[in-house]
């Protein structure tokens, strides 16, 4: 069993870019080489002016090489929840982009002969449960109202029976990774880098431009795209107020017969599948991220809910939940963009931002620039969540300091201090002490050891570190390596 998603095990990882090594002045800066980067570097593929994309670790190693990879815009009962909230109008605007961003993706696959297994798949929403067939029924009777076309179904093509369901056509499904790293190559040029291993530690508005300081050099950029998972600069902007991170576990295993089609439920606990190659893929025991320390028990929850118990990939992912269940993508500030808090929609979300991300760069009109503008208010009345927010952003700091020791460890990691310091200790499986210091640099968390990927992690705000220290996932920017 490996604990790395199957798009890391099955990807051709040969072109690799070089660390910035000098200062250098561009136009435009992109930081963050997940799918929302990549695809907004290849929007200026041919564009006069410099552009830089930075990127901490390695292309597409963060969150959109850990995903189900589904392009579709059958999310859940996302138009019904828009619609209480906002109305009917806004709910078909999102469902308008959404659609635009399935068109774009497989427009630029075709074009550029991306070779990214592209498959063009029926998106199911079901439910096991009988209470909920009301709330499958209201959300295709609005998809209905917007023209999409439905069909009811009692089983899912592998045979498995539900309660209710339905199905729409035309969305899709894909690798991620090999998507990723084949835009990237095809939008390079002398005036369009790419800097793998670059981490920005520091920006400084000098009113005109901004300074990025990286570990050993200044970039000198006159706007910024900031596309992360979770967007550390952004202490001002009250972002742990308006999202959360929500944390889920994922699962490959070899099957004799594959389907070309997705599904995902309507209900807790979550069961959303698709297929690749010989394997099914599915996701399960999700969790606001507060409430997500323990790994172990989340992939046993995973099991008993899905009655899969052999695999033979499991791996975790984090995505940023919006409180409104909107993206956040616009001009936080003056020529400074934000695009993230996909809602576990990231494909789609991801490929339609970087044409409004263009779109804004450029002083165009784009329709959906007030819908997901991130200086948006936050309607709090009509958000049921938003104590809940508030509440577990306090616990998890709180729990991270009080109880560093967790029940479930069982003596392994254990935890002392050294010269003062925290440190954790864990013992691996031929003896091998690996030392840490237990502090998250970002903002001081006290991190959680996560059994089944091996990783210490931050029940905060999601930074991840190697057995060994390497941060190998932000918002922190720093290692932990006892030294």
């Given amino acids: 069993m490996k604990n790395i998603s199957i798009w890391q095990d099955?990807?051709?990882?040969?072109?690799?870019?070089?660390s910035l090594k000098e200062n250098i002045d561009v136009d435009?800066?992109?930081?963050?080489?997940?799918?929302?980067g990549c695809s907004t570097f290849y929007?200026?593929?041919?564009?006069?002016?410099?552009?830089?994309?930075?990127?901490?670790?390695?292309?597409?190693?963060?969150?959109?090489?850990?995903?189900?990879?589904?392009?579709?815009?059958?999310?859940?009962?996302i138009y019904t929840k828009l619609n209480n909230i906002f109305g009917r109008d806004k709910a078909y605007l999102y469902y308008r982009g959404e659609k635009e961003a399935l068109k774009i993706a497989s427009n630029l696959i075709e074009k550029e002969k991306i070779d990214c297994d592209l498959k063009k798949s029926k998106s199911y929403l079901y439910t096991?449960?009988?209470?909920?067939?009301?709330?499958?029924?209201k959300e295709k009777e609005l998809l209905s109202s917007f023209g999409e076309k439905t069909t009811s179904i009692k089983k899912l093509p592998n045979g498995m029976k539900v309660e209710s369901g339905f199905y729409v056509n035309e969305t899709y499904t894909f690798h991620p990774l090999k998507f990723i790293k084949q835009i990237v190559k095809k939008s390079i040029s002398l005036s369009h880098r790419v800097y793998e291993n670059t981490k920005i530690i520091k920006v400084e508005n000098d009113g005109d431009s901004f300074k990025c300081y990286t570990e050993g050099n200044i970039i000198k950029t006159k706007k910024i795209v900031l596309v992360l998972h979770?967007?550390?600069?952004?202490?001002?902007?009250?972002?742990?107020?308006?999202?959360?991170?929500?944390k889920s576990f994922l699962v490959c295993s070899s099957v004799n017969n594959s389907y070309d089609f997705n599904a995902i439920n309507i209900e807790k606990p979550l069961k959303s599948m698709r297929y690749y190659n010989d394997y099914l893929l599915t996701v399960s025991s999700s969790d606001n991220l507060a409430f997500a320390s323990n790994s172990k028990n989340m992939v046993n929850d995973l099991e008993n809910n899905t009655n899969i118990t052999n695999y033979?990939?499991?791996?975790?992912?984090?995505?940023?939940?919006?409180?409104d269940h909107l993206p956040l993508i616009g001009f936080i500030d003056d020529n400074l963009i934000l695009s993230t808090g996909y809602n576990t929609w990231g494909n789609s979300n991801g490929i339609l931002a970087s044409t409004i991300i263009k779109d804004l760069i450029d002083n165009k009109y784009n329709i959906y620039k007030e819908l997901f503008d991130p200086r948006r208010s936050f309607n709090k009345q009509k958000l049921i969540n938003y104590p809940l927010n508030i509440f577990s952003n306090l616990y998890s700091f709180i729990d991270s300091k009080v109880n560093k020791n967790k029940s479930f460890y069982n003596g392994n990691p254990k935890f002392t201090r050294i010269d003062g310091r925290a440190i954790a200790i864990y013992k691996d499986d031929r003896g091998k002490e690996h030392i840490v210091y237990n502090k998250c640099p970002h903002l001081g968390c006290g991190l959680v050891f996560n059994e089944v990927e091996k990783t210490w992690d931050c029940p905060c705000h999601g930074s991840r570190f190697d057995l060994d220290g390497k941060c190998i996932m932000g918002p922190s920017n720093y290692d932990i390596s006892y030294k």
């Fill in 10 to 18: 099955t990807v051709n990882n040969s072109d690799k870019y070089e």
């Fill in 312 to 323: 033979d990939y499991v791996w975790s992912n984090y995505d940023l939940m919006t409180l």
């Fill in 43 to 77: 929007q200026f593929k041919d564009d006069n002016r410099k552009i830089a994309l930075v990127e901490k670790n390695r292309i597409g190693s963060g969150a959109s090489s850990r995903s189900s990879a589904k392009i579709t815009f059958l999310q859940e009962d």
């Fill in 230 to 246: 979770y967007p550390y600069f952004l202490l001002p902007y009250l972002m742990p107020l308006k999202c959360y991170l929500e």
């Fill in 128 to 137: 096991l449960d009988s209470s909920n067939i009301k709330r499958i029924e």
């Fill in 28 to 36: 435009i800066l992109i930081i963050g080489g997940g799918i929302t």
